[in-house]
């Protein structure tokens, strides 16, 4: 962050015997005074979203890729586990925000696993699919809040596709337990109504399938934006998918193969947003770089609706990097 010395906002300590916050016994309120103006510029962590789909496109891509960028969370270090414990090769440089995959060529390595996945989302609906690959018996099960968690639509449609998966509980919910022979494809349908995150699964998993895959949303797809980011993804790593225009049926060609590459994470557009409201309020302006209207995440938009309030929005595209002044 470069600029002006000085804090960015006054420090707790500087309201010491005002009257700029109240404490009671209901509620506790702090007054902030900004202090401009902001100059910075600054790459936030990678997005979650897109680091966990990079992830399982690489794992499954034949031959080595390299994601720069990378956050580095809970959720995508259960990830990187899960990829591990199926005998897949995962090296991560959390200093340098790289990771590096050898890919499995859509062939999962293990026959059997039990996979902790915490309490990501992510990674329990993503790879929930992606075992249905192998040729074994694969158990995935997490924090007790997980097990509140429902998986069934997702497990519905994937036994359209000729998968055996099972909640051991009997509850719709995690841990799943998948006896797996590889993916056969067909057609499925998808309610449309529940966790974008289901169909973003089965769609990065069916180009490894044993035949085409067909699959149709029933009712309005919501989280468009994920969808969209997932299919972006999957370009980037070479798999092309026949979509409709609404979102609501998608054909993707079975028997196919990853690419290797390398990929840069975008950095996440929700923590950027912290930083355009800075420059927001305090005046100034803030830099972000690796995001521009070209960026994956609905998020990005935050920096239009400064705009209608009244900021000065730059994208630049080639340059890759978004300024918002106050």
Known sequence: MSGPPGPLFAPFSAFRGSNSFAITTLSTSIAIQPRGPLNATIRPPGSKSITNRALVCAALAAGRSTLTGALDSDDTRVMVECLRNLGIRVEHDVTARRLTVDGCGGRIPARDADLFVGNSGTTVRFLTALVTLGRGVYRLDGVPRMRERPIEDQL??????GAKLTC??????PPVRVEANGLPGGKAKIRGDVSSQFLSGLLMTAPCALSDVELSVDGVLV????????????RSFGVAVEIAPDLSYFKIRGAWRYEPREYAIEPDASAASYFFGASAIAGGQATVEGLSRQSLQGD???????EQMGCDVEYDDVRNRTTVRG
Do not use: K, N, W
């Open 223 to 234: 989280s468009q934006p994920y969808i969209h980011m997932t299919l972006a993804v999957m």
């Open 156 to 161: 519905d449609a994937l036994r359209q596709l």
């Open 300 to 306: 990005i938009a935050f920096a239009d609706v400064l």
């Open 168 to 173: 051991e509980l009997g509850t719709g919910c």
